[in-house]
Nanobody, 124 residues
């Protein structure tokens, strides 16, 4: 079992920045690929970014490339999402997730554990 707790969400103006953090506890953190997902009202949950167990491979959905950066610290059992140049369309609940695999995963069905989510609201 892996427990995930997100933090760092909030309200920010367009063009601003936020840093989300996810703290993991339970099983060996480095056994898991990690991902950040988001879900806006009335929309499906979508992948934002994914990172492999070592941090050596990363994936970003097209809409956040060049603006968001995913990183992990296996000594601290954390995975972060640095979000810059935020846009109103980034408004959503953001979820941290863990997948029992070493490589990146872009399908939400590949993930085994989920955090409770943190709200990000970007005003225009």
């Amino acid at each position: 079992q892996v427990q995930l707790v997100e933090s760092g969400g909030g309200l920010v103006q367009a063009g601003g920045s936020l840093r989300l953090s996810c703290a993991a506890s339970g099983r060996t953190f480095s056994d898991y690929a990690m991902g950040w997902f988001r879900q806006a009202p009335g929309k499906e949950r979508e992948v934002v970014a994914s990172i492999s167990w070592s941090g050596g491979n990363k994936y970003y959905t097209d809409s956040v490339k060049g603006r968001f950066t995913i990183s992990r610290d296996n000594t601290k059992n954390t995975v972060d999402l640095q979000m810059n140049s935020l846009k109103p369309e980034d408004t959503a609940v953001y979820y941290c997730a863990a997948a029992r695999r070493f490589g990146i995963a872009t399908n939400k069905r590949s993930y085994d554990y989920w955090g409770q989510g943190t709200q990000v609201t970007v005003s225009s």
